[in-house]
C-alpha cells in the first residue's frame, strides 16, 4: 500500500485531471455572435466572465477556439454579441455548437433575430445579450481571451440559465 494520498484516479497526467474537474464545472451557455464588415458568424461557448463594472463601460471577457469559424470575424469585426441562453433554448446551443449543420446550413437560420442597438445579432429570447466592442484580445493556448466594453444590455424576459455541466445540459433552480 502507498503513502502517496492521491487516488489512482489523481495519478492520471494533470491536462486529464484538469478537463475532468473543468467538466464538474457548471458554466453558462452563451451564444457568440458578430456581424459586420468581415462577415456574420456565431458559436456556442460556455467561457464567459463579467470583468468589472467599475469601469467606464463595464467589460467581460469570452474565450474562443482559434479553430472556431468566429475568430476570424469576430477579431476582424471587432465587435460581438454574447447571447445568454435560456434552459428552452438547447437547440440553439447545439446549432451554434455545429452539432446540426445536416438541419441548419445557415447557423442564424434556427432562430428569430435581430440587430442590436449597435450593429450586433441578438438572438430573441434570451435571457440577456450583451453587445460588446472588442478592447483587447490575447492568445493563450488554443484560445483567444476577447475583453469587450459592454455597449449595451438587452434584458429578456425571466427564466432559467441553460447551463453545461457534467458533459450535459442542465437548469439552474433555486434551492429551498
Keep these: 500500500m502507498s503513502d502517496d494520498p492521491r487516488s489512482s484516479r489523481d495519478a ?12 464538474l464545472v457548471a458554466a453558462t451557455v452563451t451564444v457568440i455572435t458578430t456581424d459586420g464588415p468581415s462577415g456574420r458568424a456565431g ?10 463594472a467599475d469601469t467606464p463601460k463595464p467589460t467581460l471577457l469570452v474565450c474562443i477556439n482559434e479553430l472556431s469559424s468566429l475568430t476570424p470575424v469576430l477579431l476582424g ?11 428552452d433554448q ?4 447545439d446549432v451554434f455548437a455545429s452539432r446540426l449543420k445536416d438541419k441548419y446550413a445557415d447557423k442564424f437560420d ?9 450593429g450586433q445579432p441578438v438572438i430573441s429570447g434570451v435571457l440577456v445579450a450583451f453587445e460588446c466592442k472588442l478592447v483587447s484580445h490575447n492568445q493563450v493556448g488554443t484560445h483567444h481571451v476577447c475583453i469587450g466594453e459592454v455597449m ?10 441553460l447551463i453545461y455541466a457534467g458533459r450535459e445540459y442542465r437548469t439552474t433552480v433555486k434551492p429551498d
Excluded: I
Design 12 to 23: 492520471a497526467p494533470l491536462r486529464q485531471r484538469f478537463l475532468e474537474g473543468m467538466s
Design 43 to 52: 458559436t456556442t461557448a460556455t467561457a464567459m466572465s463579467s470583468v468589472s
Design 77 to 87: 469585426n471587432g465587435t460581438f454579441c454574447v447571447n445568454v441562453l435560456k434552459d
Design 90 to 93: 438547447s437547440l440553439l446551443a
Design 110 to 118: 434556427c432562430t428569430e433575430w435581430k440587430a442590436g442597438l449597435f
Design 152 to 161: 449595451d444590455a438587452v434584458l429578456g424576459d425571466d427564466g432559467n440559465s
